[in-house]
Antibody, heavy 116, light 113 residues
């Protein structure tokens, strides 16, 4: 059973960057594909990016291109998502999700608040 | 990008009655090489992450009650709850994982009538 544990809530000022971590247990990162999904307050789910097995690389949603970086540290089985140039519209819950095909395990979420 | 459209946006059903949520994709999510529909359904309760209910359009995730079922193929899919329980109050999302970006429907809010 895969378990994903994310880092704690963050408060950032506009223009800053945030890095969220996602620690994997029960499997190793090399056995899974990690994706990042965000959810603005009272809104739906939005895929930000993740590993595409068809392309063999990490793919980012066009909306976040140039502003998001997703990395992995296989020595600690931890995935990271860094989002830069934050605005108030980036205030949201950020989730990591693990897949081989479908997203069968999710982290608990990390609330990122952007406020001056 | 594949656009996922759910209907209705909200739904109120009496306890013990059937609830049906529809999901339509803007292009087929059926992979003809393995005959699998790359379509999943999730349940999300307030303050919780999404929970996988159904994958491959009709395969129930382990531990999910059998009152939940998924059907459909190609571009049209349905999530059915055969006999609504109080614990089923939630928002339900469909998602295609056929091609990136892996898009979600807008969500359907299910309440008790």
């Amino acid at each position: 059973q895969v378990q994903l544990v994310q880092s704690g809530a963050e408060v950032k000022k506009p223009g800053a960057s945030v890095r969220v971590s996602c620690k994997v247990s029960g499997y190793t990162l090399t056995e899974l594909f990690i994706h990042w999904v965000r959810q603005a307050p009272e809104k739906g789910l939005e895929w930000m990016g993740g590993f595409d097995p068809e392309d063999g690389e990490t793919i980012y949603a066009q909306k976040f291109q140039g502003r998001v970086t997703m990395t992995e540290d296989t020595s600690t089985d931890t995935a990271y998502m860094e989002l830069s140039s934050l605005t108030s519209e980036d205030t949201a819950m950020y989730y990591c999700a693990a897949s081989v095909d479908y997203f069968d395990s999710w982290g608990q979420g990390t609330l990122v608040t952007v406020s001056s | 990008d594949i656009v996922m459209t759910q209907s209705p946006d909200s739904l109120a059903v009496s306890l013990g009655e059937r609830a049906t949520i529809n999901c339509k994709s803007s292009q087929s999510v059926l992979n003809s090489s393995n005959n699998k529909n790359y379509l999943a359904w999730f349940q999300q309760k307030p303050g919780q992450p999404p929970k996988l209910l159904i994958y491959w359009a009709s395969t129930r995730e382990s531990g999910v009650p059998d009152r939940f079922s998924g059907s459909g193929s190609g571009t049209d899919f349905t999530l059915t709850i055969s006999s609504l329980q109080t614990e089923d109050v939630a928002v339900y999302y469909c998602q295609q994982y056929y091609s990136t970006p892996y898009t979600f429907g807008q969500g359907t809010k299910l309440e008790i009538k």
